[in-house]
């Protein structure tokens, strides 16, 4: 099921199936630009206040009140992390992100996704464009199949369908 990504980061909770409380909080993800997965997220623990890590693999499930998983010892330290360390150092951040097309035109930036929750493959950005562009043909939603390149600074996606100039109707003699 897609979720947008306000509904997957706001203040949820990683709730314990064996305590049944609140173990942690979700505080940002940690995305993989080369492929566009959510790896895990930053958490903070609700007993120490350290940040910790949850990787998507130890969701059991996706709840509304936060996700759910078997006990506290699926959050771990970021260091132990070996696998994941070269995509937290990037740091990437999707949200402000410029998109532009292969042709360089400037499309908008990224102002909201949405991921697939069971496997957090994110499948949709949604594209605020200029208050020009916004007014002439409204906000964008890119699928996943048209991004072509993630950069650190900008998102490349296909071209755009260009709309057809509206013909003026046929006039019978």
């Known amino acids: ?11 949820k909770s990683v709730l314990s199936l064996r305590t049944g409380t609140p173990i942690a909080t979700i505080t940002s993800p940690i995305i993989n630009p080369d492929n566009l997965k959510i790896e895990g997220f930053y ?3 609700r007993f120490d206040k350290k940040q910790l890590v949850l990787l998507y693999q130890d ?26 360390q070269d995509v937290m150092k990037l740091d990437f951040e999707l949200l402000g992100k410029q998109v532009v097309t292969v042709n360089k035109e400037k499309v908008g930036k990224v102002s909201d996704y949405a991921a697939e929750t069971g496997t957090m493959y ?3 950005l949604y ?13 964008l939603s890119i699928d996943r199949s048209q991004i072509q390149e993630v ?16 013909a003026a109707p046929a006039v019978a003699a």
Not at 130 to 137: E, P, Q, V
Not at 151 to 166: F, N, Q, V
């Open 1 to 11: 099921m897609l979720q947008l990504s306000g509904r997957l980061l706001n203040n």
């Open 43 to 45: 958490c903070q623990d």
């Open 59 to 84: 969701i059991r499930d996706v709840l509304p009140q936060g996700y759910v998983v078997n006990d506290h010892e699926v959050l771990v330290e970021p260091d132990e992390l070996v696998r994941l």
């Open 122 to 124: 994110i499948q949709k």
């Open 127 to 139: 594209v605020s464009r200029s208050i020009i562009k916004d007014l002439a043909g409204g906000a």
């Open 151 to 166: 950069t650190p600074r900008r998102i490349i996606i296909s071209e755009l369908a260009k709309k057809a100039p509206a």
